[in-house]
């Protein structure tokens, strides 16, 4: 196993504590080091495939990440009945906040859409330069 699937393993604190440490050693370590980090993508917050405006998929994320930190399914028991209750019902509460403000974006978003495309048929249109006079 080589070093970078080491660090691999440990993740992007370890590439930070490496690039760090090449630059306490000799700055040009850590330059070559912070330089193939970004370019591997092992830094980089733009390599990971998710293309888009900020919010597309961030429901999956949000679920994958849950899921790491709390187990398979993301809601696992915490043994306090109450707060599986609570905790449950503030996250469908969440999730439904979630959506209703999605849903308000792609509204606002054509209303806006549909407000430029009006005034650009507005100012398209011809008009009459004088009035027929009667």
């Not at 696992?76 to 707060?83: I, K, P, V």
């Not at 849903?103 to 398209?124: C, P, V």
Request: net charge positive.
């Amino acid at each position: 196993m080589n070093v970078a699937a080491k660090l691999d393993d440990f993740g992007r604190p370890a590439w930070i504590g490496l690039t760090v440490l090449g630059f306490i050693a000799y700055w040009p370590v850590g330059l070559a080091i912070l330089l193939f980090s970004l370019w591997s993508g092992r830094m980089g917050c733009w390599n990971h495939g998710r293309g888009g405006r900020w919010h597309h998929g961030s429901a999956e994320r949000m679920s994958d990440r849950m899921g790491r930190w709390c187990g398979a399914g993301g809601r696992t028991s915490s043994g306090n009945h109450a707060f599986d209750e609570y905790r449950s019902e503030t996250l469908r509460r969440l999730e439904a906040e979630q959506k209703e403000f999605l849903g308000f974006l792609d509204r606002l978003r054509q209303a806006k859409d549909k407000a430029e495309f009006d005034q650009f048929m507005s100012e398209r249109s011809p008009r009459p330069e004088h009035p027929a006079a009667v």
